[in-house]
């Protein structure tokens, strides 16, 4: 009687633990989002694009962000970051810091101390780049990279953040 009750047992927390899996919802879509623009390009060896690097719907207010963006550099050039100009999230007087190392963009931009922290909607930048080689080249910001922080220099945490890649395709 004993071998029937610990079979009966072991599928009752079998069954039970799959449902619990099963039942996890998944993270509310709330709408903020990281992404590139265009979202997929095509450009001809030694010609230029531009990718614009978007935020919506951001409801946490920053102050700065700091990212590293993968690509490879076998494929495409990085020919520099349009001032914050080209943006409107942070504003023209921002401050940035670009650093291309081994197919990986190193960015930073802050408002200026004095300055209000910023939500919502908006372009953060423009990246340009160059076709070097025919490929694909997939740009990718780097979760884990990936930091907010508020006037104070604290990190924010910005929950169900959406981050988004590009592709562009060198022919």
Do not use: W
């Amino acid at each position: 009687m004993k071998n029937p009750v610990a079979v009966f047992c072991l599928i009752v927390f079998l069954l039970v633990g799959c449902q619990s899996e099963n039942s996890t919802e998944p993270p509310p879509d709330t709408g903020q989002r990281l992404h590139f623009t265009p979202a997929e390009v095509t450009v001809s060896g030694g010609e230029q694009t531009s990718l614009r690097l978007v935020v919506e719907n951001l409801t946490d207010s920053i102050f700065a962000i700091s990212l590293r963006i993968s690509y490879r550099d076998s494929i495409l050039t990085f020919a520099g970051v349009a001032g914050a100009e080209s943006g409107d999230f942070f504003g023209a007087d921002a401050i940035q810091f670009a650093q291309d190392t081994l197919s990986v963009l190193h960015i930073t931009i802050s408002r200026i101390q004095g300055q209000t922290e910023v939500n919502g909607s908006g372009t953060i930048c423009t990246f340009r780049f160059v076709g070097r080689n025919a490929g694909n080249c997939v740009m990718e910001i780097l979760p884990d990279q990936l930091e907010f922080y508020d006037s104070a220099g604290r990190t924010i945490e910005v929950p169900n953040l959406e981050i988004k890649t590009a592709s562009v395709h060198v022919i």
